[in-house]
């Protein structure tokens, strides 16, 4: 299928949005992934990022901007965030734990629903928290399908390395104890679009003690079934 609208400069714009769509990218990755030559992509970028579409990481790595959570916020049309209550209170019925969502912004992730535990202790994480990329099941599940240079990059500093995320792509889910904060455990898996690009993390969370020894086995049968929901709820019908 042709996707040129017959303007070039927007089109090609949109090229540079759909590459950072996966992630921080430099320059030089830009230019890998979009095909455009190298004035150009720096051109693009440098003028999405003067509309507030595209901004820098601490690495003065080129991502996704503000603007575009701010325009679907507008719109009403943040399908992730609109599915995401009844698919987090039943994955929080099913495990007895909190659990959230979160999506990449830049070096954090942000938690962008929730379903607390109604009784007992919690791991309460608040709708809007912005958290480290550098630890946690759900950070995990975000880096570990990054392309292998970007990769490289991400696990500077985290407290999980390669041999961890190559665990969480063969079974296709996280899960930690005390890596993002003593006593604490989580279970993380994908939530992928359409194109089968990672766009969000499902995760419960809890005391570790509660979680047990292995938290994987406990939980990741639901949270695995909680991504392919948001998975199916996000893909157009027919």
Partial sequence: MDKSSGVGVLDKAVLVLDALEAGPASLAQLVTTTGLARPTAHRLAVALEHHRLVSRDLQGRFVLGARHAELAAAAGEDRLVAVAGPLLTALRDATGESAQLYRRHGEHRVCIAAAERLHGLRDTVPVG??????????????????????????????????????????????????????????????????????????????????????????????????????????????
């Fill in 129 to 238: 928290s912005s958290m480290t990329m550098h630890a946690g099941s759900a950070a995990q599940v975000l880096v570990a399908w990054d392309d292998p240079e970007r990769l490289s990059v991400e696990l500077l500093g985290s407290r999980f390395d390669a041999s961890v995320l190559s665990g969480v792509r063969r079974r296709g889910w996280a899960h930690s104890s005390g890596e993002r904060e003593a006593g604490v455990a989580s279970v993380s898996a994908p939530v992928r679009g359409p194109s089968g690009r990672v766009l969000a993390a499902v995760s419960v969370s809890g005391p570790a003690e509660r979680f047990g020894r292995h938290p994987g086995r406990r939980h990741a049968d639901a949270v695995l079934s909680t991504a392919a929901a948001f998975t199916a709820a996000l893909t157009p019908a027919g």
